[in-house]
């Protein structure tokens, strides 16, 4: 059975920072691309970063220079560390595993919520 567990979202102020973990099992890890997705309230759901199998990062243009997207290989897990949080990062996050574009999971998400 396959899960991607999120933690570590939560209320911050605005210019603070969070660091999100997604637990994966069930898939062989270090087969996957790996990305964090976020959908705010009454929008659609969209890519924020994603990091490869050889560990390449992309991210979107919101988000660049203040989020950063790393994997664990040994522990089956991925990471969003978020620094300079804006009120405009509200939303839930989630993870996504992705292998060939045909096999593809999501976790349960987690709520960010940056207010002051």
Do not use: H
């Not at 976020?38 to 220079?65: C, E, F, H, M, W």
């Amino acid at each position: 059975q396959v899960q991607l567990v999120e933690s570590g979202g939560g209320l911050v102020q605005p210019g603070g920072s969070l660091r999100l973990s997604c637990a994966t099992s069930g898939i062989t890890f270090s087969l996957y691309d790996m990305a964090w997705y976020r959908q705010a309230p009454g929008k659609q759901r969209v890519l924020v970063a994603t990091i490869t199998v050889g560990g390449a990062s992309n991210y979107a243009d919101s988000v660049k220079g203040r989020f950063t997207i790393s994997r664990d290989n040994a522990k089956n897990a991925i990471y969003l560390q978020m620094n300079s949080l804006k009120p405009e990062d509200t939303a839930v996050y989630y993870c996504n595993a992705n292998r060939e574009t045909t096999y593809i999971f999501w976790g349960q998400g987690t709520q960010v919520t940056v207010s002051s």
